[in-house]
């Protein structure tokens, strides 16, 4: 095989290993953002040392094992935690899980994997892109424009995003714990709109 058929092959090759993330239509960068993001979060949330400790983001075996697959994540089988920590945040990660599927914008296994994702990174104590292995903000904003645009779409004065998602979680169970009756009369402004 001659050095231009040669190149010619392995560029058709990358084309089509660029298009393979069929599922729901993604593009290859999402795919690899998200990708990077799932193997952190099982790293970050998912060893014994973990606090919190969220095993498998929440989910079961099955869908655990198709998003692995998918994704062609490899995980190793001998991390697990204290039971009991997980436990004590199962209530509220399952509230978070739900209240995403709500927003998504697209139904399928995707959409599920990535409201555990949420969940789970929302439980964590930094920034959610940070919380997620995001590089910034912008790539958390192209994972919710593209899965959760409801939500993305009524974030219009760009609140940090683990703040909005529990605001409004908690105006739907009409549980109103805010400060002033509105954003820009509260005291906490700094700490809800601040820069990341």
């Keep these: 095989m001659t050095i231009a058929k040669r190149n010619k092959k392995q560029v058709m090759e990358l084309c089509l290993h660029q298009t393979q993330p069929s599922q729901e239509n993604i593009s290859f960068p999402l795919f690899c953002m998200l990708k990077r993001s799932f193997s952190y ?29 998918f994704f062609s994540i490899s995980m190793d089988d001998s991390q697990g935690g ?38 789970t990174a929302s439980l964590g104590e930094n920034h959610l892109w940070q919380d997620m292995g995001l590089k910034n903000r912008d790539e ?3 994972v919710l ?7 993305f779409e009524a974030n219009k004065e760009d609140m940090r995003w683990k703040r909005f998602f529990y605001r409004k979680l908690c105006e739907e169970e009409g549980l109103f714990v805010c400060k002033a009756p509105n954003c820009k009369d509260c005291l906490d402004r700094p700490i809800c709109y601040g820069p990341e």
């Design 41 to 69: 979060v099982l790293q970050r949330f998912g060893n014994r040392d973990s606090d919190p400790f969220i095993p498998s983001l929440g989910m079961s075996n099955k869908e655990l094992e198709k998003m692995l697959s």
């Design 145 to 151: 424009r593209a899965f959760f645009f409801p939500l």
């Design 82 to 119: 204290s039971l009991g920590t997980y436990l004590e945040c199962y209530e509220e990660h399952k509230m978070l899980v739900e209240f995403f599927l709500r927003y998504r914008n697209r139904q399928g296994d995707m959409s599920l994997w990535i409201a555990h994702l949420l969940a």
């Design 140 to 142: 958390l904003g192209s």
